[in-house]
């Protein structure tokens, strides 16, 4: 089955500063890659997501391409927000569009 | 559209216990699923099924049985609660198409669980 790697928080941060959550995965094939956000004591919303290699899958300023040789789906953003702060999940799709999830990667972010 | 609903939001239960967690989507979505979160341990698949009548066992199965009658609803079964389930419980649901390998989920609020 699939497995995830996703680097291990918190990752701490300043307001305005550089984002780079890791993130890589076996899989069998070449599945859908998403990334997920849980904001404090929500569900899971997809954040941005690619279907096939070197797609680059971009949302709310933050961005990740699908790397086919390196197998990794790492999330970037140029300028975090207070607002950012949340759990991010990195999960390739399986059969049936089941998901494996990462363990997560948890962001503060500091005024 | 509401999306995808779960009821209840909390649950106690005491060891031994059975209780159904409910799941409905109202997206006409052909596959869904259940998972649980732990901490440090990210979502793990329980069950899931690709449409009415048929269910498929995830990663953690054990203690959990899950029944699809229709294509609405997703119904999660603890047959003897026991404290390792104590969890957050969350569904997700996601379109049949096979655009390409895998479909975005949606996923419900949750249902947060704790067996004493």
């Known amino acids: 089955g699939n497995s995830v790697t996703q680097m291990e928080g918190p990752v701490t941060l300043s307001e305005e500063a550089f984002l780079t959550i890791n993130c890589t995965y076996t899989?069998?094939?070449?599945?859908?890659l998403f990334w997920y956000v849980q904001y404090p004591g929500e569900g899971l919303q997809l954040l941005l997501k690619?279907?096939?290699?070197?797609d680059k899958g971009s949302n709310k300023g933050f961005e990740a391409t699908y790397r086919k040789e390196t197998t990794s789906f790492h999330l970037e953003k140029g300028s975090v927000q207070v607002s950012d702060s949340a759990v991010y999940f990195c999960?390739?799709?399986?059969?049936?569009?089941?998901?494996?999830f990462g363990k997560g990667t948890m962001l503060l972010v500091s005024p | 559209n509401a999306g995808v609903t779960q009821t209840p939001k909390f649950q106690v239960l005491k060891t031994g216990q059975s209780m159904t967690l409910q799941c409905a989507q109202d997206m006409n979505h052909e596959y869904m699923s259940w998972y649980r979160q732990d901490p440090g341990m990210g979502l793990r698949l329980i069950h899931y099924?690709?449409?009415?009548?048929?269910?498929d066992q995830g990663e953690v199965p054990n203690g959990y049985n899950v029944s699809r009658s229709t294509t609405e609803d997703f119904p999660l079964r603890l047959l003897s609660a026991a404290p390792s389930q104590t969890s957050v419980y969350f569904c997700?649901?996601?379109?049949?198409?096979?655009?390409?390998?895998?479909?975005?989920?949606?996923f419900g609020p949750g249902t947060r669980l704790t067996v004493l």
């Open positions: 690619a279907t096939k290699a070197d």
């Open positions: 997700a649901s996601s379109s049949h198409k096979k655009v390409p390998v895998g479909n975005e989920q949606f």
């Open positions: 099924s690709v449409g009415a009548g048929i269910t």
């Open positions: 899989a069998t094939g070449y599945p859908s």
């Open positions: 999960a390739p799709a399986g059969g049936y569009s089941t998901l494996t």
